[in-house]
């Protein structure tokens, strides 16, 4: 409850009411999206509930929601610790070979280019290595992980949207061969092209000779629930109570004359590219100085060790401010934005219906 009449009275007559709320969010809650290859949605909303009434034979209540966008910014691929390179190498259960894969980044976001560095050689440190070994396919399969906690649901599901082969004839030596994949990670709208430069954007006219857009009459597109950000309308690394996306790369190399070999490196895929991160990041530091400038530098420390929802309101509930009241009277009707001369009148075929804003 965050308002209520003074001590002793039933109701209280009023024209409006303004509450100041500070909610601080959970630190597991998952960001509003939808994900249009799962037919999976995650929306938030705030339920305010109004009672009213001089007495408790007249007593009425009704609820109101809202839709509230949660984003989050905790795998933008400018942080440090994705733009770090990553390597990982293994070797095939027989031993004749070592696989290497680099990866130059471990997040990225729509449009963002991203290659894999592969490295196949010999095991030289194998005393009964083979002499015909023989390199045929390299493929890179990048897939998405769908993952359920709730018992009605498939514990797990993969969905592959890429997936790309090179063909070889190649003659497997100690000194290896090297292939590098290159590709854009694909994109669901172009939401995020605003956040490039000017002189990135290609605006001269061109003549269009074939239409290049492909619609598929059998699918209909479900129009999106409120509160979902564009920016999150398509799949991006995400955990929560209820499920969790999660992507991965996979390198299979075929080998003749010798087992197979694969390997998986989990990356982060962020809703948001490069370009739009770098504008982000400076909204970030900005919203961090006005928050250590309203709470003091201690309030803001003790809130981001705080583990504890609840310790979180209660710290943040001294923030608040008063509620302020708007009585029956004429000043507090002209300060709502209401003409003066309707101040009193009553118009019995229009009546005034309560809401919240």
């Known amino acids: 409850m965050v308002y209520s009449p003074p001590m002793g009275l039933f109701h209280q007559e009023l024209l409006a009411l303004d509450i100041p709320v500070i909610l601080p969010l959970p630190r597991d809650m998952p ?16 339920f305010v509930k109004f009672t009213g009434g001089t007495s408790a034979e007249t007593e009425y209540s009704f609820l109101e929601s809202f839709a509230i966008p949660v984003k989050l910014y905790d795998t933008l691929p400018l942080y440090r610790q994705y733009n770090e390179p990553v390597e990982e190498v293994q070797i095939s259960s027989d031993n004749q070979l070592i696989l290497q894969v680099h990866l130059p980044v471990s997040s990225l976001g729509p449009r963002d280019p991203f290659t894999v560095d592969v490295q196949v050689k010999a095991n030289t440190l194998h005393n009964k290595r083979k002499k015909n070994l023989l390199v045929k396919q390299i493929t890179l399969q990048m897939r998405e992980v769908l993952e359920c906690y709730d018992g009605g649901l ?51 006219p061109k003549v269009v000779n074939s239409a290049t857009a492909q619609f598929n009459r059998n699918k209909n597109f479900p129009k999106l629930a409120d509160g979902i950000p564009l920016t999150h309308v398509q799949g991006f690394t995400t955990i929560g109570k209820l499920f969790s996306l999660r992507y991965e790369i996979t390198v299979k190399v075929k080998i003749n004359h010798g087992k197979d070999i694969d390997l998986t490196i989990p990356i982060t895929v962020s809703p948001y590219d490069r370009d739009s991160s770098q504008y982000l990041l400076l909204w970030i530091r900005n919203e961090c100085m006005l928050a250590r400038d309203r709470f003091g530098k201690q309030t803001v420390h003790e809130i981001s060790h705080f ?29 709502l934005g209401y003409d003066p001369r309707a101040f009193g009148k009553q118009d019995p075929g229009r009546p005034l219906a309560t809401y919240i804003d």
């Not at 497997?172 to 954007?201: C, V, W, Y």
């Open 154 to 204: 498939a514990p797990r599901k993969e969905n592959k949207f890429i997936s790309t082969s090179v063909e070889f004839d190649h003659h497997l030596t100690s000194e290896g061969m090297k292939h590098r994949f290159s590709f854009e990670f694909p994109h669901a709208n172009d939401a995020l092209i605003f956040f490039k430069k000017f002189s990135q954007r290609n605006l001269s």
């Open 307 to 335: 583990h504890s929802h609840e310790d979180m309101q209660r710290l943040l509930n001294h923030y608040c401010g008063a509620p302020e009241l708007y009585y029956y009277q004429k000043d507090d009707w002209e300060s």
């Open 31 to 46: 960001p509003s999206s939808y994900f249009d290859n799962w037919g999976a949605t995650t929306t938030h909303h705030l």
